[in-house]
């Protein structure tokens, strides 16, 4: 709330101050560390880190991942988590069922390598800011028809 100062969640004090802490992230059997910013207590050494920097943390995690072509259900469910989607949304978003993509993220059938590139392009392109793969992949599934005359674009 609104003027409610922020506690350390283990001694209650007030006194944090904003530090840089080492986010560990285990992906199956894999640890990753991970440097982000947190607010660190000053009487006991607490470290508290936002959901914020969590979450930019674990896209970072979805990343390399990604490119070390990590090819496993438990992969796909971590970055489809890190991109923030349900399984049912991100099948639909790169055209397979959700019971397909269900299979995938249990362990009952090895992902597809195609798949896999989709959603590892949708984690670059979120790091980087941007919704274009998200447009793309939408622009996809609902093509539109070419227009009589000639369309400018924007150069």
């Known amino acids: 709330m609104q003027g409610e100062s922020v ?4 001694c209650q004090s007030e006194a944090l101050q904003s530090d840089r802490c080492e986010e560990r992230i285990v992906v199956g ?21 936002s959901y914020q920097a969590r979450s930019a943390a674990e896209l970072t995690v979805a990343f390399a991942l990604a490119q070390r072509g990590r090819l496993s259900g438990t992969t796909l469910r971590f970055m489809r988590k890190a991109l923030g989607y349900q399984a049912g949304e991100l099948a639909t978003l790169i055209d397979v069922t959700p019971e397909t993509f269900s299979r995938w993220e249990n362990g009952e059938r090895l992902p597809e390598g195609r798949a896999f590139v989709l959603v590892g392009l949708l984690v670059a392109a979120r ?27 924007a150069g």
């Open 7 to 10: 506690r350390c969640p283990t």
């Open 29 to 49: 059997g894999e640890t990753f560390v991970v440097d982000v910013v947190c607010e660190r207590c000053v009487k006991c050494g607490e470290e508290v880190v």
């Open 127 to 153: 790091l980087r800011g941007s919704n274009d793969a998200v447009g793309l992949l939408e622009a996809l599934r609902a093509p539109v028809q070419f227009a009589a005359a000639p369309v400018k674009l």
